[in-house]
């Protein structure tokens, strides 16, 4: 009965698989076929416990009308509640060691009891997933990883029980900020550095919108703060790969901007091995930790210290089943991820062991937000439905993740940042037409995506900004092609997309579709110092770190008046207390996929969000709440 079934599965898959080969996902190139007798380690990971409750849970203490508001959930009840069930975990054993005759020694099940690891080899896992594991070049650095691009396969009565298996194949993350050598496309000019001199007229708020320094950043968005509690707050920023700062930069800028903060260094915390190769990396690689680290640690008092979780996307992290990424650093944060099996592995010894931020500044994209198959488990594993507690979960522990929605409109930058994709016919393909792409993990509804603004030429902190246009910048924004639209956005999307949206047909975006950014904040050209020399950088990833700031300096009084970190923002953000907390941008576009993309508008907007944040309101409506 079992094999008939299978049989049959098999045959419409080679069906649909001669029809439409599974792509080997964007950013990849297979290289060969992964041999025999290959070491693997596999992680099943079962479906978890009590998922369909999640947004309840969350809006329990995320929503301001909620009577817990604030009330985050203890690391061993969430453990407890989102544990698989025990036929599930009995279910798939069974299959593997009485139906396979697995050796029950080369199974285990980790200690948070979501994922039934398996040291294997090659061979024999695809005996047992009946697919094909290949060895695959990732184009960006010509590293190798092993992987099975056309997913795996189980029998109708253990499928049920299993949300996916890793190794699959998946990329790490990339950085947003802005950079002029990596955007030849003749159609699009990429955010540039714009090289400025240590000249001292840029002192002051006379010519924000030619360079946007600190005080620009604290005038448009009245944040005049002085921590409180800055040894109980944490703050962090998430760097990837090569992506690291040089401390005479720092300095040289903290010397201009920030005085106090001269000689200070965020607090370093190597993720799967990242370290900082300050002294090697090349020119390039500078930029993104340098804007990070400098609009954060200057923004925030010289008290407050700033994290950094340096990550080094060159090793494959085997709890995770892929290159190390945003999940490795959430690992990091929480000991329930390192399981029975493989925790003996060198890049684990980070492994529970690293402070949680209440706030991490995210200004890279991990992938496009499409219904891929291989990807869109992923997404959910990492956010939602298949409830990787990565970010969720963390969220219920009171974290809020803030990331950059994008710097190309509605259109997708491909990972080695050489040119724009749009989807066609349901593929990444040219973007000159096509459906509009969003990144992850500024589409995952449970992250507060943050668009990019600017000060329009000739204007004043004073004057509302406009969404980012100059240089071919433009605000990433959109709808998602994953993720459903939660209930608390439905009012001001419904609004938009009534009043002010083209008439794009649903082949161009889903209306049904998370709705983003969440707000926005400046995108430059902001003023900061990259290997030894001023000059200003536009982007996103400006955009995100400066709204983490404030969020941490919420946190920070907070925690001072005795409540707890806001957490998952989304809720509140969106309630009618937080209605007057924003400066509503209703100029500019995202143009991309050969369209205008969308306009900004009066309310939220796909373009700028709910718009960009006046801090003392938000504050005094943060505080209100419990
Ligand atoms: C610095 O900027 C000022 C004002 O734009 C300009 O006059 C001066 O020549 C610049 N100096 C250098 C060294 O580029
Ligand atoms: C730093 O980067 C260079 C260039 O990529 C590399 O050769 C070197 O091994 C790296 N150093 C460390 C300590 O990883
Ligand atoms: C997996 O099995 C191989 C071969 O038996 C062994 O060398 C390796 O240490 C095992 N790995 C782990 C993480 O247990
Ligand atoms: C998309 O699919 C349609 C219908 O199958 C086909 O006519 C069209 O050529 C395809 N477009 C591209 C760019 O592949
Ligand atoms: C549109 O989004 C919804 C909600 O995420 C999803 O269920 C649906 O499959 C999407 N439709 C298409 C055509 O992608």
């Known amino acids: 009965m ?54 309840a849970y969350l809006l329990d203490v995320a929503d301001p009308q909620s009577p817990n508001y604030g009330q985050h ?86 499928s049920d029980h299993v949300a996916f298996v890793w190794p699959t194949l998946m990329h790490g993350e990339r950085r947003l900020a802005a950079r002029d050598h990596t ?9 540039r550095a714009v090289a400025l001199n240590d000249s001292s007229s840029f002192q002051g708020l006379e010519r924000c919108d030619e360079a946007v320094t600190l005080e620009c950043l604290r005038a448009l968005y009245c944040f005049d703060y002085m921590p409180l509690a800055p040894h109980k707050n944490t703050v962090g920023v998430a760097e990837f790969g090569m992506n690291v700062y040089r401390p005479q930069d720092l300095d040289k800028f903290f010397r201009k901007f920030a005085p106090s903060r001269l000689g200070q260094r965020p607090k370093f915390f190597s993720i799967a091995g990242g370290h900082l190769n300050q002294s090697d990396t090349s020119n390039a690689d500078l930029d993104e930790a340098s804007l990070d680290l400098q609009l954060m640690m200057g923004l925030l008092g010289h008290e407050q210290e700033v994290l950094l979780y340096q990550t ?27 399981s029975a099996l493989g925790v003996a592995d060198q890049d684990l010894t980070d492994c529970g062991d690293v402070p949680r931020a209440n706030v991490l500044s995210i200004s890279y994209a991990a992938a496009p937000d499409i219904q891929n198959p291989i990807f869109a488990p992923v997404f959910q594993r990492e956010c939602q439905e298949l409830g990787k507690p990565d970010m969720v979960q963390l969220s219920l522990l009171g974290s809020t ?86 209930s608390f956005q439905q ?24 709705a983003f950014p969440d707000v926005s904040a400046n995108g430059g050209p902001i003023r900061v110092v990259v ?15 400066i709204f983490a700031s404030l969020i941490a300096a919420i946190n920070d009084h907070r925690i001072a008046a005795g409540k707890g970190p806001v957490g998952w923002l989304n809720p509140a953000l969106y ?35 709910l718009g960009t944040p006046n801090f003392e309101r938000l504050l005094e409506n943060f505080l209100s709440l419990p």
């Open 401 to 486: 993740f803030v990331a950059s929605s994008g710097d190309v409109g509605v259109a997708w930058r491909t990972l080695d940042g050489s040119s724009m994709q749009c989807l066609v016919n349901g593929s990444l393909g040219p973007d000159s037409s096509g459906a509009f792409v969003g990144a992850f993990p500024a589409s995952c509804p449970y992250v507060t995506a943050v668009g990019g603004t600017q000060i329009r030429s000739g204007k004043s902190v004073y004057d509302v900004e406009t969404a980012a246009s100059k240089d071919g910048f433009f605000s990433g924004g959109g709808f998602s092609n994953t993720f459903p639209r939660p």
């Open 312 to 338: 080094d996307t060159t090793i494959f992290d085997p709890l995770i089943g892929k290159v190390a990424s945003l999940p490795s650093v959430a690992r990091a944060w929480d000991a329930s991820y390192c």
């Open 73 to 158: 959930w203890t690391l061993a009840k969430v453990l407890d509640t989102f544990r698989p069930r025990q036929d599930s975990v009995e279910v798939v054993t069974s299959w593997l060691a009485e139906e396979l005759g697995l050796d029950s020694h080369s199974l285990g099940l980790s200690l948070s009891g979501d994922v039934i690891n398996l040291n294997t080899t090659a061979a024999e896992a695809e005996r047992i997933f009946d697919t094909e594991y290949n060895v695959y070049r990732w184009n960006d650095d010509g590293s190798e990883r092993i992987g099975c691009h056309e997913g795996h396969n189980f029998p109708p009565h253990v």
């Open 2 to 55: 079992y094999l008939c079934c299978l049989f049959l599965f098999l045959v419409t898959l080679t069906a649909v698989a001669l029809a439409d080969p599974t792509p080997v996902p964007a950013g990849w190139t297979l290289h060969r076929r992964a041999l025999p007798d290959t070491n693997l380690l596999v992680r099943i990971s079962l479906v978890q416990s009590n998922l369909h409750n999640l947004d």
């Open 531 to 545: 290997d030894g020399d001023f000059t200003a950088v536009e982007g996103t990833s400006a955009s995100a770190p």
């Open 575 to 609: 309630s009618s207390r937080f209605a007057r907390s924003f400066n509503d941008v209703t100029t500019g576009s995202n143009p991309g996929c050969g369209t205008q993309g969308f306009p900004a508008a009066p309310g939220w907007d796909p373009v700028t969000g």
């Open 491 to 514: 009012a001001v999307v419904t609004n938009y997309l009534e009043r002010f949206a083209p008439p794009y047909g649903p082949d161009v975006f889903n209306r049904s579709g998370r």
């Open 183 to 191: 955007l030849p496309s003749s159609n699009y000019k990429g955010p």
